[in-house]
């Protein structure tokens, strides 16, 4: 036998159509439910609070800001191998960083580079200029050179791992070593390379 008298008072509860709001908008990749929880259930306040979070974790995210990036990098030129860091300098287009290269010479290098797009959110691709006071040495030769270039870093989804290509010229201007008479050295003074970059 069933009565309405049997029920325990509060177990039911009354949502009215003119106080429940729930909208589900998309933001960017994230799925957000705004409703008045204090007038559902438990059970309902759950279900809607793994629908808002499943929609946040699931969503396709766009690229993010550029910022700092270390890199490796396969090439040819003055180096086959090389790997570096660029960090962003707080609030500007500009980065400074250093890197190591070995390869048909020995390279290190502290560099400086212009970032125009850096900080332009959902932009993928990010070219930069580049310039650096470079040491470069190998058995019959060695030089500082001051070094121009510049790429572009590719980020498909985030700047977690992106693409980097680059290309640069060597200038030699102090501290030249020339090739000792007798010997045949001709120093490839360029670089074209290609790598993976990891930013945060």
């Known amino acids: 036998m069933c009565c309405s008298s049997d029920r325990k008072p509060g177990r039911a509860v009354q949502v009215r159509d003119s106080q429940e709001a729930t909208r589900i908008s998309w933001s960017g990749s994230c799925l957000w439910a705004k409703t008045r929880m204090s007038d559902l259930p438990v059970a309902a306040r759950a279900a809607v609070a793994v629908v808002a979070f499943a929609g946040c974790m699931t969503g396709t995210r766009p690229a993010l800001a550029q910022g700092s990036q270390a890199y490796v990098s396969l090439g040819a030129g003055a180096t086959d191998l090389s790997g570096g860091v660029d960090w962003l300098v707080v609030d500007t287009p500009v980065a400074v960083g250093g890197e190591l290269g070995v390869g048909s010479l020995l390279?290190?290098?502290?560099?400086?580079?212009?970032?125009?797009?850096?900080?332009?959110?959902?932009?993928?691709?990010?070219?930069?200029?580049?310039?650096?006071?470079?040491?470069?040495?190998?058995?019959?030769?060695?030089?500082?050179?001051?070094?121009?270039?510049?790429?572009?870093?590719?980020?498909?989804?985030?700047?977690?791992?992106?693409?980097?290509?680059?290309?640069?010229?060597?200038?030699?201007?102090?501290?030249v070593a020339p090739t000792p008479p007798g010997e045949v050295f001709a120093p490839r003074l360029w670089n074209l390379r290609a790598g993976v970059a990891f930013g945060w």
């Open 107 to 175: 390279m290190a290098s502290l560099a400086v580079s212009y970032q125009p797009f850096a900080r332009q959110v959902g932009r993928e691709v990010h070219p930069f200029l580049r310039a650096s006071l470079t040491g470069v040495s190998s058995s019959p030769y060695s030089a500082g050179c001051i070094g121009i270039g510049g790429g572009l870093a590719y980020w498909p989804r985030s700047r977690r791992v992106g693409l980097r290509l680059e290309a640069g010229k060597l200038f030699p201007s102090f501290k």
